[in-house]
């Protein structure tokens, strides 16, 4: 067996690839979060069906700013994976 | 399609060894601007007092901008904002839709994203300017607590960074989802043994019509939508509510 079994850059872009998967977790969240602002909106339609078109855009909306974070964490994934800053530290 | 390689635009045409460039971002981006002017010289050349053809769906995409500005502040601002609102909207649409044809999204590019939300910022910092003054728009920054300050300028700064990243990210996934899928179907042909990339041919275009035209449409109500409400808040004065 020879000595290291990894190269630093391969354990650093290894590492990565779990720090991306990790990172994307955040999807848990947001769905919950979109499906709490589908569920209110539904109701409120249920309620108020002549406000439908109000409800809708304001439920887009808010399910674009609940989005945000998630696409935070995307962005941090993609750099991770395809640009990765870390290897050229080494 | 797009390949994952190159997840940057392509430099197209450069200049003095390569320095200066002109990425395929920049000439899509241009190539979409004039062929929304010409769009809309060819629409408005033959104008009648009884709309139709044309210039009837010209006059409703007009007047849907007119009345979505006219929902989120009063009608005098709305008139003047308008114009602003209704071509970022329409120009997000095109810029977004282009991956329709086979090239690369103009707004997967974190550049234009960034320049779009650019604009955005200094339209909302100057309405507010124009509207109180800049002791009034300093001043603003410290209602209604002085100490919040800090807090207020962070709110201001962070929309143009959230709201470029939103629109690029978006944009992005679908990108490189769709480039995912392209390179499976590819490999599932080759895998078949047969020449003719029959696989290609149906099976995207359910994708196709989620992330070129639905999401489109969608990113592009959600940045004008936010630029109105963040309008709406710096045409507001404390006393007004």
Do not use: C
């Not at chain 1, 919950?32 to 409800?55: C, F, H, N, T, Y």
């Not at chain 2, 919040?148 to 201001?156: A, E, H, L, Q, R």
């Not at chain 2, 992330?211 to 449409?217: G, L, R, S, W």
């Amino acid at each position: 067996m020879n000595f290291p079994l990894v190269t630093s850059a391969g354990f650093v872009l290894g590492m990565s690839a779990l720090a991306a998967a990790i990172v994307m977790l955040v999807a848990l969240a947001i769905g919950i979060g979109q499906g709490l602002i589908g569920m209110k909106a539904v109701e409120g339609v249920a309620r108020q069906p002549e406000a439908k078109s109000d409800i809708l855009q304001t439920m887009v909306v808010g399910q674009a700013v609940t989005e945000t974070t998630g696409i935070f964490a995307f962005i941090i994934a993609i750099v991770l994976v395809l640009a990765n800053p870390l290897v050229s530290l080494l | 399609m797009h390949s994952t390689e190159h997840l940057g635009p392509r430099k197209i045409i450069g200049f003095l060894d390569g320095n200066v460039f002109i990425t395929e971002t920049v000439l899509l981006a241009l190539i979409v601007a004039v062929i929304m002017v010409v769009l809309a010289l060819l629409s408005t050349r033959k104008l009648e007092k009884e709309p139709k053809g044309v210039q009837l769906v010209v006059e409703l995409i007009v007047e849907g901008m007119y009345k979505l500005t006219g929902t989120m502040m009063d009608k005098r601002n709305a008139e003047i904002y308008a114009p602003f609102v209704g071509t970022l909207f329409l120009f997000l649409i095109f810029t977004n839709a282009t991956g329709m044809f086979g090239v690369r999204p103009v707004t997967a590019d974190v550049n234009t994203a960034f320049a779009l939300s650019t604009i955005t910022f200094l339209v909302i910092q100057g309405s507010s300017i124009r509207n109180r003054g800049i002791l009034g728009h300093i001043k603003h920054y410290g209602e209604p607590y002085p100490f919040m300050f800090p807090i207020m300028v962070i709110k201001d700064l962070s929309l143009p960074i959230s709201l470029a990243f939103r629109l690029f990210g978006n944009i992005t996934g679908g990108m490189i989802i769709m480039a995912f899928v392209f390179k499976a179907l590819h490999s599932a042909t080759d895998g078949v043994g047969i020449t003719i990339p029959f696989l290609q041919f149906l099976i995207p275009l359910p994708l196709n019509l989620f992330f070129d035209i639905f999401e489109p449409i969608l990113q592009g109500f959600i940045f004008t939508t936010l630029t109105m409400a963040f309008l709406a808040m710096s045409l507001t004065t404390h006393d007004d509510h």
